[in-house]
C-alpha cells in the first residue's frame, strides 16, 4: 500500500520559512520523480517543484529563488524547503510521488496546510 504522508505545515508571517517533509512507503523511492503541488480553494492543483531520480530541479516560476526541493533516497523522503514567504504561498500543499513509466498522475499525500500571514 502506497502512503505518502506530509508534515512540516502551519502558520508563518510573512517573509518566514517553514520546511515540509514528505515521507514515503509502499514504493521503490529513488525510481519515482517526486514532486510538490499546491491548491487553494477554488483552484487547480499548480506545480510548485519536481526532482527527478538523477537530482534534477525544477521549480514554478512563481517560487524560484525562494523555493528549493530535495530527497533524500536513503530516507525515502522529499523535502521543500520555502523561504521569504508570501501571502500568496498559502495553501495546501500535496506531495506526489510519479513512478516508471512516468505518465499519469502518480500518487498523492493527504496534503499539508501553510498559513502566511501576519
Known amino acids: 500500500q502506497v502512503q505518502l504522508v506530509e508534515s512540516g505545515g502551519g502558520l508563518v508571517q510573512p517573509g518566514g520559512s517553514l520546511r515540509l517533509s514528505c515521507a514515503a512507503s509502499g514504493i521503490i523511492f529513488s525510481s519515482n520523480v517526486m514532486r510538490w503541488y499546491r491548491q487553494t480553494p477554488g483552484n487547480q492543483r499548480e506545480l510548485v517543484a519536481g526532482?527527478?531520480?538523477?537530482?534534477?530541479?525544477n521549480c514554478a516560476d512563481s517560487v524560484k529563488g525562494r523555493f528549493t526541493i530535495s530527497r533524500d533516497n536513503a530516507k525515502n523522503s522529499v523535502y521543500l524547503q520555502m523561504n521569504s514567504l508570501k501571502p500568496e504561498d498559502t495553501a495546501v500543499y500535496y506531495c506526489n510521488a510519479l513512478p516508471p513509466p512516468y505518465d499519469g498522475m502518480g500518487y498523492w499525500g493527504k496534503g499539508t496546510l501553510v498559513t502566511v500571514s501576519s
Open positions: 526532482i527527478t531520480t538523477g537530482g534534477i530541479t
